[in-house]
């Protein structure tokens, strides 16, 4: 982004207070759409569950209408009645069935709830009527291939458990000769619950635009401290990317 006179010249009027003047034959502005947020003052988390949180990184919506809650430094899952009231807490720390190291991102499936530990490497399903949890490590894709004699290790994370059980997986590339360096791509891939790549629906190059402001008496230029990726989300039972 280059910040030119005219542009230093715009800025300053506007802090002033003084009319911006439209360049003559410019388009006319378009007001974007948008929505108007209230809060709904009938879901209330009591304190003693907000000091449990500090980083909030995944919420589902189970259809009776409660909420189930991920922090990433809580290793459980908290489920909140509609009033915003705790319910129950799902998992306790360790590493066997149903404990977490931490919780990344959870959803729904079907009859179960999901949920991504980073820490342990694996997704667990919780039958949300009760039941044993079943877990699906992660961290090794199988490539189809007639000539494959072992499964080929990758570096990408689930993202959502897709409607059909398989998995949107995000994976970072990073250059074959220098493996070291900072990640050169985003890939998005659709894999089987065995982690079967199906196919590719995404890949973007990884970077940092430049941004050179220009002064009276010299420019600086500085990288921007937000990536060029695009943003992504999907909705909690994964059908909406």
Known sequence: MVMSRSSWSALLALGFGLPA?????????????????????????????LA???LVGGLALDPDGSLYLADRHLPAILQLEPSGALRR????????????????????????????????????????????PATVPYGVYLLPSPNLTRPQVRRGIPYTVLPDGGF????????????WSDPVSTCLLRTTRRFEVLDTLLQVPRGHSGMAFVYDDGESHYLQPFGDDPIWGTSSDGSVL
């Open 89 to 132: 807490v799902i998992g306790r720390p360790g590493g066997g069935p149903g404990e977490f190291n931490s919780v990344l991102a959870l959803g729904l499936h079907r009859d179960s709830l999901w949920a991504l530990d980073a820490g342990l490497v694996r997704v667990t399903f919780f039958p949300r009527e009760g039941g044993r």
């Open 168 to 179: 949107l997986v995000q994976e970072v590339e990073r250059s074959r000769e220098q493996p």
């Open 21 to 49: 003047v439209q360049p003559s034959g410019a388009p006319e502005p378009i007001d974007p759409p948008r929505v108007a947020a209230q809060r709904d003052t009938t879901f209330v988390v009591p304190d003693s569950v």
């Open 52 to 54: 449990n949180l500090s």
